[in-house]
RNA sequence: AUUCUGAUCU
């Protein structure tokens, strides 16, 4: 649909208005809202933060006779967690069934993650035993939006509470899961932590990259181990993994931070072969 | 672009 790729963009424009104005055009030219149509003005009312005006929109769809669908329902569960009104998400959740349609996976997704920002454990589990009184299986998915929310909000021991027991239960995880916890673990200056992980990683024949390296330079950096980072940057070599300009660029940046941009500056005249 | 998918600077 034309239309709807029209108030998409306007709303991600933030021109919420213009955006509206397309049910208007669509009216003139005499053309019916559909569903899609419909989802896509509560998706672009919740965007702009407008949810009372988006329930009131998700009224007036009922009174001429388009059904809210599972889709409309996660726009509005979005909505609450955007502004924190996690517990009528969560409310919402629970009466969508009476409203005759089941929240699905996503709908769990969705609080989930607002959850793990504020490492409301708790609450994600209570979350968890609810997707299952409701007949959906935890999957590999739910684990990826558990494991990669905590780790970009610095919760990395939750994250990796989490993965222990998707083991246990028998899903995999690969460098990416693992990365991003050691990230966190790095951000978190935790680095002894951040090293047993890529040990781990070894162990289980999940092989680090250039990416899991790179955050471990960046956070021996942000320790003030620098003389560490540049150590890390040249066991990459050993193992295979040519550093980029990402990996340059966090030791530069580190060597710049603790008063060494003298050195900085040697190794950017440097080419890679005489480093 | 209704949900997950890792690094530096910006």
């Not at 388009?66 to 609450?80: A, S």
């Not at 409203?99 to 769990?108: A, F, M, N």
């Not at 409701?134 to 494991?147: A, E, F, M, P, S």
Request: glycine share 6%; aromatic share 8%.
């Amino acid at each position: 649909q034309a239309f709807t790729c029209v108030m998409v963009s306007y709303s991600r424009a933030g021109k919420l208005r213009n955006s509206l104005q397309v049910l208007n055009m669509m009216q003139k030219a005499g053309v019916e809202p559909n569903l899609l149509v419909c989802n896509t003005a509560v998706h672009v009312l919740v965007m702009a933060n407008r949810m009372e005006k988006a329930l009131r929109f998700v009224e007036r769809m009922r009174l001429v006779g388009i059904t809210p669908d599972v889709v409309t329902y996660n726009c509005l569960i979005k909505g609450y967690c955007n502004l924190h009104r996690v517990e009528d998400a969560i409310d919402l959740i629970v009466e969508m069934p009476f409203k005759g349609c089941s929240p699905d996976k996503v709908s769990y997704y969705t609080v989930m993650g607002f959850l793990c920002k504020d490492k409301r454990i708790a609450e994600v589990r209570d979350l968890m035993d609810k997707m299952k009184d409701g007949k959906l299986v935890l999957d590999q998915v739910t684990y990826n939006v558990l494991i990669h929310t905590l780790s970009k909000h610095q919760h990395p021991d939750e994250a990796l509470k989490f993965l222990r027991e998707a083991e246990e239960r028998g899903f995999q995880f690969d460098k990416v899961g693992y990365s991003a916890i050691v990230d966190s673990f790095c951000k978190k200056g935790d680095m002894d932590r951040a090293k047993e992980i890529v040990n781990e990683m070894f162990q289980k024949g999940c092989i680090p990259d250039v990416v899991t390296y790179t955050s471990v330079v960046n956070g021996l950096c942000r320790v003030g181990e620098v003389d560490q980072a540049k150590k890390m940057l040249q066991q990459m070599y050993k193992h295979g993994c040519k550093p980029n300009t990402v990996s340059y660029t966090a030791l530069l940046h580190g060597l710049c931070r603790n008063g060494n941009s003298s050195e900085a500056r040697e190794m950017m005249n440097m080419s890679e072969e005489e480093w």
